[in-house]
């Protein structure tokens, strides 16, 4: 089977490649870095000719809301616009968990945005939703930093390692489309203040978190349901304690 990874080259995108390709598919990457432009377009045809399967793992280069808007609106219909053209069999794509329930963050409605066009695309689909990554735990203590101090919502959390992302990604891309979403999550729901000290901790980082109900995530107020799945989900197999273990090694 031919796979064309966009984002090829990125954190998620490069494990994606490198597991389809251990599997024995023909996987292509691509990304600015090869020629091709999502957002213009520009080498996207040639891009899909061919290819039984898209994979958009691709993100925004600024997080300001209107440009994440502008941005998955602009990729996303380039990409599907290109695959219809072609014949691709099979659309996947890569969002969050809980973003249809996060209508103030300045990020998340943009992935919805995104996911209301796959699904009004015309092309057969996957959508695999995943919690937030064990690799940006840091950013987001550092973006929750005020004063010192970390303020962070007591509420559930349930983070996971971009291996076991990659590999839901990968094994979707090989499975027929379910033309919806999928949910995947780390093996472990704990509290987000309580990884977010324990991400620190392992890392010798002695900034106080503290557990601030009023605490927003990129501008949502949060609850136990808003970042964690409701229902089915498929949990990742790294555990957060071992990971940090990793990291420190």
Request: net charge negative; hydrophobic share 45%.
């Amino acid at each position: 089977m031919k796979i064309v990874v966009f984002g090829g080259t990125g954190l998620i995108g490069s494990q994606v490649v490198r597991l389809l390709g251990q599997a024995g598919h023909e996987v292509v990457a691509q990304s600015p870095s090869t020629g091709v432009n999502t957002v213009t377009g520009e080498g996207v045809a040639g891009a899909v000719a061919g290819a039984d399967v898209v994979v958009d793992v691709t993100n925004s280069p600024s997080f300001a809301p209107d440009d994440v808007l502008a941005f998955f609106r602009a990729s996303t219909g380039n990409l599907l616009a290109a695959e219809k053209a072609a014949g691709v069999g099979h659309h996947v794509a890569l969002s969050v968990v809980g973003a249809d329930r996060s209508p103030d963050s300045t990020y998340l409605p943009a992935k919805v945005a995104q996911e209301k066009l796959i699904a009004a695309g015309g092309v057969p689909y996957t959508i695999v939703r995943a919690t937030q990554f064990f690799e940006f735990l840091g950013a987001i203590a550092d973006s929750a930093t005020d004063g010192g101090a970390v303020h962070i919502a007591p509420v559930a959390f349930q983070p996971m390692a971009s291996a076991d992302v990659a590999r839901a990604v990968a094994d979707a891309a090989v499975a027929p489309p379910v033309n919806g979403a999928v949910e995947t999550a780390g093996p472990d729901r704990l509290g987000f203040d309580q990884a977010i000290r324990q991400a620190l901790a392992a890392k010798g980082d002695h900034r106080t978190v503290v557990a601030d109900p009023a605490a927003t995530y990129f501008g949502q107020v949060q609850t136990d349901e808003t970042v964690v799945p409701i229902g089915d989900y498929r949990p990742g197999a790294v555990h957060l304690t071992d990971w940090l273990a990793a990291q420190a090694r």
